[in-house]
């Protein structure tokens, strides 16, 4: 059944790979065009992906550890880790490809209630993370505007203060799931809609003491595991913040550097991670899109325009992150099928 599943998800990663390489909105000849201008700073682009699935394999394996031992290796949870993010990013609202097959395979080594709610755990603090990382960017924005560095009309301020109430409600909602569990209710809430009641009923019934104790070890890992808690925040927080130097080596590329000295280099950084904040509430708000076509390529567009930037800088932007996308996507399909034997618990 596991090699059924693995093949099934392994076909909908490649297609979707295939999907994106032909909904580049240039030439194959201007494509190219644009990677040999990125030059180093491509390889500098995708290199800083490693460092990124480091750190949220090291968070994903301090959410296993809050609740015992963790009998996999770090060379494989590194592994799911990236083509567990290969298939949220090829199926529509995510979650829908790269949490079962992480906890199909993590299954193998540990018991799978344990597995679904590290799995669990491990999305709910990635976009816990976001909300955190959206906030920080509204911060910034208002203070880059107080020192006069970017613009702060009427429409800026509704805009901001839209975001702020959405991530406030996101944040209270997580923390509320932390402290009480969200599994139950998730499938309660399913079960309201349309032609599933039936269906969310069966589960429960069939499956209500399981979910109880993953909605108990989603508690535990807030409340009594803090160390834990803290420790995967921390490590998906900063590798949100540390994203952003993909964008700025991009703007230096283009010479926009704010002068050259380090208030300038820190300034070009701070506009980097704006662009990101806000290109990323852009493209998830838009995340029942496959491979998010156009919400990313809209959002930095938008974002660079607000920060007086050209058109062309948001173009190049865009059009090098989807390479790096359509890179790590097929690296992360393609390594499903490495080290496919493992332990069955």
């Known amino acids: 059944m596991r090699k059924k599943v693995n093949n099934l998800l392994f076909a909908i990663g490649l297609i979707a790979v295939a999907v994106m390489l032909c909904t580049f909105e240039v030439s194959f000849a ?42 996999v290796s770090f060379l494989r949870l590194l592994k799911l880790t990236i083509s567990g993010f290969a298939l949220n990013y090829a199926t529509p609202v995510g979650l829908l490809g790269g949490e079962p097959y992480r906890i199909m395979e993590l299954s193998k080594y540990i018991d799978v209630r344990r597995a679904t709610s590290s799995v669990v755990l491990f999305a709910m603090m990635h976009i816990f993370c976001h909300f955190w990382f959206w906030v920080t960017g509204i911060v910034t924005y208002v203070a880059l505007a107080a020192a006069g560095q970017v613009p702060l009309g009427a429409g800026t301020i509704v805009a ?9 409600g996101g944040i209270y909602l997580f923390m509320r799931g932390y402290k009480h569990g969200m599994v139950v209710k998730i499938i309660h809430g399913l079960g309201r809609l349309p032609g599933l009641k039936k269906r969310a009923a069966r589960f429960i019934g069939n499956h209500d003491e399981d979910l109880k104790k993953i909605d108990r070890q989603i508690m535990e890992l807030q409340g009594q595991n803090k160390r834990s808690f803290m420790g995967s925040f921390c490590l998906e927080y900063v590798g949100r913040l540390c994203q952003s130097f993909e964008i700025f080596f991009m703007l230096l590329l283009f010479g926009i550097d704010g002068g050259g000295d380090a208030g300038g280099y820190l300034l070009t950084f701070l506009h980097a991670f704006l662009i990101l904040a806000f290109t990323s509430l852009f493209a998830n708000l838009l995340g029942f899109i496959p491979l998010q076509l156009g919400g990313r390529e809209g959002g930095f567009a938008i974002s660079v325009a607000q920060l007086g930037m050209t058109g062309g800088t948001a173009m190049f932007i865009s059009i090098i992150s989807r390479v790096r996308e359509l890179f790590w996507a097929a690296v992360g399909i393609l390594l499903m099928k490495v080290g496919t034997e493992g332990k069955t618990h």
């Open 160 to 168: 901001l203060v839209l975001i702020g109430l959405f991530c406030w």
């Open 30 to 71: 201007e494509l190219w065009a644009y990677v040999t201008r990125a030059g180093y700073w491509l390889a500098a682009i995708l290199g800083l992906w490693v460092v990124l699935y480091l750190m949220n394999a090291w968070a994903w394996r301090i959410i296993i550890l809050g609740s015992g031992p963790c009998p």
